[in-house]
């Protein structure tokens, strides 16, 4: 999930950023240090605008720079259990497949990615299941849920399982298939039951 957060820092701001607008200078500075970078509790930072110095910069005596407390708006991305992602398969490789979400990827395991035993094509890098001839590859558009998180101190170490094997996830064509199929049972129910009123009718009048 998305947040706009609103935070205060103080920055550090060099005698080489001097001869800019301060504010530009200031929203440099503050891009380098939180864009990208993951904060276990807010999550990662996309990125850093209206940045507004609070008041006058601070001089230390032997410090060759001016340190100013500032307010800025930034946009982060905190991944949440059983939230529900649409997005794209990334890669496919023999223990599952990754989505990407947004500034990181997610992994579907070979486990949750449908509820049928599939096989693996290293020659054509998809998932085929042995009853359901469901196929999975990179670029298949698909619904997934967030069931695990585990954000760490950087991109590459952040861990996010998803599943798609829960009713209405999966392929676009896979959740069709199974609505047609629902509405396909429904029909046939009701179609079914229709004579046997009329069987019982007429027997009352018999």
């Not at 530009?24 to 110095?53: C, F, H, M």
């Not at 979400?101 to 949750?112: F, K």
């Amino acid at each position: 999930m998305y947040y706009v957060l609103s935070c205060k820092d103080r920055v550090r701001l060099p005698a080489q950023f001097f001869s800019m607008k301060l504010e530009e200078a200031l929203t440099q500075i503050l891009r380098e240090k939180y864009e990208r970078r993951v904060n276990k509790d807010t999550g990662v930072s996309l990125a850093v605008w209206n940045v507004k110095p609070e008041g006058d910069g601070l001089v230390i005596p032997g410090d060759n720079a001016a340190y100013y407390d500032v307010k800025f708006d930034t946009l982060t991305y905190l991944p949440q259990i059983n939230e529900i992602i649409e997005s794209e398969i990334s890669e496919v490789v023999e223990f599952g497949g990754f989505v990407t979400l947004g500034p990181i990827e997610g992994l579907v395991h070979l486990s949750q990615i449908a509820n049928d035993f599939l096989t693996y094509n290293k020659k054509t890098q998809t998932f085929v299941g042995r009853e359901s001839k469901k196929f999975l590859k990179k670029s298949d558009h698909v619904f997934a849920k967030i069931s695990t998180v585990s954000m760490k101190n950087n991109i590459p170490e952040t861990k996010i399982g998803l599943t798609m094997r829960p009713d209405g996830l999966g392929k676009d064509e896979w959740i069709s298939a199974k609505k047609a199929s629902a509405e396909s049972g429904t029909a046939a129910k009701k179609e079914g039951a229709e004579p046997k009123k009329e069987t019982k009718k007429k027997k009352k009048e018999e």
